[in-house]
């Protein structure tokens, strides 16, 4: 991330998120927050990457599983595709049988470490292999999410775009079906009225303690990184609560980074299992 002195030009890479009051320019100038502007922040493209690999433990080969003739991993590409903003949409994978399929149906593939604890690795690894630039924005689609509506991708990335202090951001909808406050594979989010996150849970969150009736929202794992903190994201240490609740994205919450959350009210369907697919197919029978 660029930031350019108004005074005499001088250009500073510094991660925005990190700026707390000024940066001394060489000239003597101050540069504060309220200097900061789009003028002085070098422009982002926009990558979609798709993180997939083989050896899930609940539903191995997932990616490569069929629908309606094509592989799961096609219709993530495709639907991705839909979007206007992505410059690139791009596979991550470890699994040669993934990266063949994906090149056999035009898609572009990089290949990645194996032993990457998580996909979020695997994310920005790829991202080191692709060259892209600090200032470029990352939207991380998982490899077992079939459909969702190309509109997610600009709200997951306008938070970013809009204001250059943002790190990463995510999306949330409000749940619907009692069932899933309960379901721990369902992660809930609380956020501020500003969409400033404050907690991911697979508890209900939060607890309706005078039962007047509230809101619940669930996460929807599609996130949007500057790649200058995808970098050091995944440098981090693994924090109590996301080691309790097996969530990422608690890492940034506990080590002080904000996360900004966007409601969605367009549907993305994920495939956990192999129940799941007859699921899927239900619920797309439904839109129609």
Excluded at 185 to 211: E, H, M, Q, W
Excluded at 266 to 277: C, F, Q, S, Y
């Amino acid at each position: 991330m660029a930031v350019i002195c108004p005074k005499c030009g001088r250009q500073y890479d510094v991660v925005l998120f990190d700026f707390r009051s000024y940066l001394v320019c060489e000239c003597g100038y101050k540069i504060s927050k309220d200097n900061l502007h789009r003028r002085y922040v070098k422009e982002a493209d926009i990558y979609v990457i798709i993180p997939a690999r083989y050896a899930a433990k609940r539903f191995p080969g997932k990616p490569l599983a069929k629908w309606k003739n094509k592989h799961l991993i096609q219709h993530v590409y495709e639907c991705a595709l839909k979007s206007p903003l992505p410059k690139e949409v791009i596979v991550a994978t470890d699994d040669k049988r993934i990266a063949e399929v994906v090149r056999a149906f035009g898609g572009k593939v990089v290949m990645t470490a194996k032993d990457h604890p998580s996909g979020t690795d695997r994310l920005a690894e790829a991202a080191n292999l692709l060259g892209l630039k600090a200032q470029d924005i990352i939207v991380n689609v998982q490899g077992d999410m079939p459909y969702f509506h190309p509109e997610i991708m600009a709200e997951v990335s306008r938070p970013l775009l809009e204001n250059p202090l943002l790190p990463m951001s995510t999306l949330a909808q409000k749940i619907t079906l009692k069932e899933e406050i309960t379901d721990p594979n369902c992660v809930k989010v609380v956020f501020t009225p500003t969409g400033k996150a404050l907690y991911f849970s697979r508890a209900p969150i939060p607890y309706d303690r005078d039962k007047k009736g509230i809101t619940c929202y669930k996460h929807l794992g599609i996130y949007g990184y500057r790649k200058v903190f995808l970098d050091k994201f995944v440098k981090l240490e693994q924090t109590p609560l996301e080691k309790i609740e097996k969530l990422e994205q608690l890492r940034a919450l506990e080590h002080g980074y904000s996360i900004f959350v966007a409601e969605t009210k367009h549907t993305a369907i994920d495939v956990n299992v192999p129940e799941d697919l007859a699921k899927l197919e239900k619920m797309m029978g439904e839109r129609k």
